[in-house]
């Protein structure tokens, strides 16, 4: 859950480890069976995260006044973001063998989010956070201590190339934010 506003945490900047072929392999396989579900499993990964950090929806118009779990599922806004969130993943899981491609992806991804929309870029760990909790419980019999391993890599390799762009950008909140 959400930590009180005055409690501040300094981020340092993450560095993603390398992530092995074999376990892009992992990631690769496990994702085109999420990928396969990509709406729901979308909406799943958002309704969450919107329960678990409320604060969130301070950056949606469409559904920030949403409370309710079911409402927000049949919000066509809401569902319209996911397939959108979900398209950049899949787009970084099919590219993980072009760094140059992963990059511009993410960075195009932090540099919207960062200029454009003005989220804090701990959301991003936050979301991606979720995203792990979601494919575990959906997909419990490929999410292996193997797999953990893999996507938390993928996890860190998503948030540390969004919030390079934020630095990139000059985010002048960065790298304070409120957890």
């Known amino acids: 859950m959400e930590k009180v506003q005055g409690e ?3 981020e340092r900047w993450e560095r993603s480890e390398e992530i092995s072929d074999a376990e892009k392999k992992v990631i690769q ?5 999420v990928y396969a579900n990509c709406e729901d499993v979308g909406v799943s990964i958002l309704i969450r995260f919107f329960v678990n950090f409320p604060s969130a929806k301070q950056y949606f118009s469409q559904f920030k006044h949403m409370e309710d779990p079911l409402e927000m599922e049949r919000s066509l806004q809401l569902r319209k ?3 959108r969130v979900m398209g950049a993943i899949n787009t ?3 590219n993980l063998n072009d760094s140059e491609k992963v990059s511009s992806v993410l960075a195009l991804v932090g540099k919207a989010h960062a200029l454009k929309h003005k989220v804090e870029p701990i959301y991003f760990k936050k979301l ?6 979601v494919i575990a419980e959906e997909y419990p019999n ?3 201590p193997e797999a ?3 996507w938390t890599k993928m996890k860190t390799l998503i948030y540390t190339h969004v919030t390079a762009a ?3 950008v000059g985010w002048a909140q960065y790298p304070t934010a409120t957890l």
């Not at 396989?29 to 069976?33: A, F, K, L, Q």
């Not at 991606?128 to 909790?133: D, H, S, Y």
Request: aromatic share 10%; net charge negative; proline share 0%.
């Open 142 to 144: 490929d999410f292996t």
């Open 148 to 150: 953990h391993g893999a």
């Open 29 to 33: 396989e496990i994702w085109s069976r």
């Open 166 to 168: 934020y630095k990139e």
């Open 81 to 83: 973001h996911a397939r």
């Open 8 to 10: 501040m945490e300094i």
């Open 92 to 94: 970084v899981v099919e």
């Open 128 to 133: 991606t956070g979720v995203l792990l909790e």
